[in-house]
């Protein structure tokens, strides 16, 4: 039974306690996915965005619970009976925090919100964002436990992140603050990814666990450094983390092409004075349609940030000339890198690559719903890269 056959006039109203955040059927799941199967599934056959969905519950960071979906519903209707008059998923991740006082890194969990979504007929009325103020409070204390030893406690999660897609004014109004939200973009280019001469090296499946225990290591510290006088935030780029963006990236690359990458980033430099990116493809258009088709590096990281750009400038050259072989060759329109720091900035300006800078003020807005006692505004949020998309 599709929404629609609900009759507009018949619906409570946004305000009405009939209303309930709930968490759908497999049934009604199903139904999500078919609505928003015309917004962000347009590069599959509606077929394959179906299993896709399914199959995105199993992989790391979403399976055991990692993932949750969430409608707001009406609480007079059975379960499979009922309108979904909005729906979004919470994909559950970990997290850590220094206060403003400055000292120990907290470890906690955070939750990425995505896939917001109400059905045509039911816009204009209130609904998402009724959605999302219950939502925002839910999220503080789920799948919060923590304990040592076998004892559990309850806490609260530090915080929530989103991706708006529609400017900074609505998720704002209901406390996700947005955040610096620009990218740097280059343009594919053509030739062999391993040419002679390549400084940098290829990196696969088989080089992500060090480089992502290595990675938090020295976010860990950076954290830990950080000046007193406002708490300084960041998801981790943990493993599981990177794995959710590679195997979404495989299925599409699948389905699309009939195969796979074996390229997913590339290194320089000797342990230590390491400098790499791991990226991911991005489709919304399929072969089609280039627009909205990106190779987004999902991570850069300089080992030594005390490094001079000399040392550095011939490996991050080579990396992004690397992505950009794999842009064209997957078919993608640009590759960007989310919110470069000081130092990735100072490389890419020096490095002799062309490039555009790209503010962004509508399309994935990162914003923030900060869960502790000072205002969101204040937070520090490190790492604030594609990683930590969902």
């Known amino acids: 039974m599709g929404s629609t056959n609900f009759p507009i006039d018949s619906l409570p109203d946004a305000s009405s306690p009939l209303l309930v955040l709930t968490h759908p059927t497999p049934a009604e799941r199903t139904r999500t996915w078919k609505l928003t199967y015309p917004k962000w599934g347009p590069a599959l056959t509606e077929e394959d965005y179906l299993t896709r969905e399914a199959y995105l519950t199993t992989v790391p960071l979403a399976r055991d619970g990692g993932i949750t979906h969430w409608v707001l519903t009406v609480s007079n209707l059975p379960p499979d009976e009922r309108p979904i008059l909005s729906s979004c998923e919470s994909l559950r991740k970990r997290a850590v925090y220094v206060p403003k006082e400055g000292g120990k890194v907290v470890d906690g969990v955070a939750h990425g919100i995505a896939s917001v979504f109400t059905e045509p007929a039911f816009r204009g009325r209130g609904y998402a964002s009724r959605m999302m103020k219950e939502l925002g409070q839910r999220l503080k204390g789920w799948q919060a436990e923590k304990g040592e030893g076998g004892e559990?406690?309850?806490?609260?999660?530090?915080?929530?992140?989103?991706?708006?897609?529609?400017?900074?004014?609505?998720?704002?109004?209901?406390?996700?603050?947005?955040?610096?939200?620009?990218?740097?973009?280059?343009?594919?280019?053509?030739?062999?990814?391993?040419?002679?001469?390549?400084?940098?090296?290829?990196?696969?499946?088989?080089?992500?666990?060090?480089?992502?225990?290595?990675?938090?290591?020295?976010?860990?510290?950076?954290?830990?450094?950080?000046?007193?006088?406002?708490?300084?935030?960041?998801?981790?780029?943990?493993?599981?983390?990177?794995?959710?963006?590679?195997?979404?990236?495989?299925?599409?690359?699948?389905?699309?092409?009939?195969?796979?990458?074996?390229?997913?980033?590339?290194?320089?430099?000797?342990?230590?004075?390491?400098?790499?990116?791991?990226?991911?493809?991005?489709?919304?258009?399929?072969?089609?349609?280039?627009?909205?088709?990106?190779?987004?590096?999902?991570?850069?990281?300089?080992?030594?940030?005390?490094?001079?750009?000399?040392?550095?400038?011939?490996?991050?050259?080579?990396?992004?000339?690397?992505a950009q072989a794999e842009a064209a060759e997957w078919k993608t329109q640009d590759v960007q890198v989310w919110n470069p720091t000081p130092k990735i900035r100072e490389l890419v300006e020096k490095c002799g690559i062309e490039y555009e800078f790209v503010d962004r003020d509508q399309e994935s807005i990162a914003s923030l719903m900060w869960y502790g006692e000072e205002p969101t505004t204040e937070l520090d949020w490190v790492a604030n890269e594609k990683y930590a998309w969902c």
């Open 152 to 322: 559990v406690e309850k806490s609260h999660s530090l915080f929530s992140v989103l991706y708006s897609d529609i400017g900074k004014q609505f998720y704002a109004r209901h406390g996700w603050a947005p955040f610096e939200s620009s990218h740097v973009a280059y343009k594919p280019g053509a030739g062999d990814a391993a040419v002679d001469g390549q400084v940098a090296r290829p990196i696969g499946y088989h080089d992500l666990a060090e480089l992502c225990a290595v990675d938090e290591r020295l976010l860990r510290t950076d954290l830990a450094g950080r000046p007193a006088g406002k708490p300084h935030v960041a998801i981790l780029p943990e493993l599981d983390a990177m794995l959710w963006h590679l195997f979404r990236e495989d299925f599409m690359t699948k389905a699309i092409f009939g195969r796979t990458p074996t390229i997913r980033g590339a290194v320089a430099g000797d342990p230590g004075k390491r400098v790499w990116a791991v990226w991911m493809r991005g489709y919304y258009g399929g072969l089609n349609k280039m627009e909205g088709n990106t190779l987004h590096i999902l991570r850069v990281v300089v080992e030594d940030k005390e490094q001079p750009d000399e040392q550095l400038l011939d490996g991050f050259r080579s990396i992004v000339q690397i």
